[in-house]
Each structure stands twice: as structure tokens, then as C-alpha cells.
């Protein structure tokens, strides 16, 4: 079992940056792929970024590419995904995930975080 505990949420104005943090159990973090998904009210759960094992392949979704930074610091378990450039469309419930290749963890990821509500004012 993996337990995934995210952080960092909150109420932003557009323009603004903000910083999400996902904190992994475990003694293997770095086999895992990391990812970020996100949930808008009334619309499906979307791909937001991933990133290998190692961090050292990343992908990102095109409605946040360029504004959006995926990385993680295997010394501490811990995934990031830094935003900057936020929108009110980027208002929605993200969460983290991992699994155990970086194909998999963008589409049918083995765990989920609890999610973190992200909120960007107009």
C-alpha cells in the first residue's frame, strides 16, 4: 500500500502562482511515476502532468503546458507541482497519484491522493 498526502491548496487570484505538494509512504518512492490529476465541478477527471521515476521525463497536458512544472525530490517522497499563470478554468480538485510505470500513471493510476482544492478567482 501506498498512502499519498497532498498539500498546498487554496484560494488564488488569477495571475497568481501556487505551489501543490504529494508526500509518499514508502521506502521506494523512486520507483514509482508520479502524476496530477484534476476534477472541475461537472466535468470528468483530466490528466494535468506526470513524471518518471527518476524525474527526469515529464509530461503535461496542453491547457497547462507552459505554465504548469511537474518535479520531485526522492530524498523526501515528495511530487510538486508548481502553477503558475493561473486561470479561473484551472479551478477544480486536484489530485496526486502514483504507479508503477510512466505510461500507466497518466492513464489508470494504482493510488490516489485525497485531493486538494485549488480555487482561482477572476
Known amino acids: 500500500q501506498v498512502q499519498l498526502v497532498e498539500s498546498g491548496g487554496g484560494l488564488v487570484q488569477a495571475g497568481d502562482s501556487l505551489r501543490l505538494s504529494c508526500a509518499a509512504s514508502?521506502?521506494?518512492?523512486?520507483?514509482?511515476?508520479m502524476g496530477w490529476f484534476r476534477q472541475a465541478p461537472g466535468k470528468e477527471r483530466e490528466f494535468v502532468a506526470a513524471v518518471s521515476g527518476s524525474g527526469g521525463v515529464t509530461r503535461y497536458a496542453d491547457s497547462v503546458k507552459g505554465r504548469f512544472t511537474i518535479s520531485r525530490d526522492n530524498t523526501k517522497n515528495t511530487v510538486f507541482l508548481e502553477m503558475n499563470s493561473l486561470k479561473p478554468d484551472d479551478t477544480a480538485v486536484y489530485y496526486c497519484?502514483?504507479?508503477?510505470?510512466?505510461?500507466?500513471?497518466?492513464?489508470?493510476?494504482?493510488?490516489w491522493g485525497q485531493g486538494t482544492q485549488v480555487t482561482v478567482s477572476s
Open positions: 514508502g521506502r521506494t518512492f523512486s520507483f514509482y511515476a
Open positions: 497519484a502514483a504507479a508503477s510505470d510512466f505510461w500507466v500513471v497518466q492513464r489508470s493510476p494504482t493510488y
